[in-house]
């Protein structure tokens, strides 16, 4: 993300600003210029061509895990699982944040679209972990 943010600024689409924070590094805060604006509004007018490949190792592993015994499967999957779960939790905690700190600002609600979507699909994939890990023990059991 922050090569991203460095070319926007050096194509004068936006701009940088540090603030001091106490205890800690200053903050790199970005604005969007007028030229960034335009771009902005422009790119979001565009048309939505394809739907982006998700590029996930624990779904290349499954899909080769004849090759591996069920028990270390299984593992990787509660792995991914724990992990899914940390996300989960990030997400609450972002939700919280906007919801009581931000909520007036003018992109809040959206915000809370896209974390939505965030939230639905991680559940989806705790929920196919927790199916997929059920059925490779019951095969083990047959």
């Known amino acids: 993300m922050y ?5 926007l600024v050096a194509d004068g689409f936006a701009t940088v600003h540090d603030t001091s924070q106490e205890g800690k590094p200053n903050k790199k805060e970005y604005f969007l210029t007028e030229k960034g604006e335009i771009e902005l509004r422009s790119w979001l007018q565009t048309p939505i061509n394809a739907i982006a490949t998700e590029k996930n190792e624990v779904l290349l592993k499954l899909f080769f895990s004849r090759h591996q015994s069920n028990e270390a ?5 509660e792995q991914y ?3 899914l779960y940390e996300r989960y939790d990030t997400y609450d905690a972002i939700e919280e ?3 009581s700190h931000m909520y007036n600002k003018a992109d809040a609600r959206f ?9 639905r699909t991680t559940a989806a994939a705790i929920e196919w972990c ?7 023990q019951n095969w083990q059991e047959e």
């Open 111 to 119: 915000w809370l679209f896209t974390l939505d979507y965030g939230k």
């Open 130 to 136: 927790v199916d997929t890990i059920q059925q490779i």
């Open 3 to 7: 090569p991203t943010l460095k070319q």
């Open 73 to 77: 499967t299984i593992v990787q999957l």
């Open 97 to 99: 944040m906007i919801t």
């Open 81 to 83: 699982k724990e992990k």
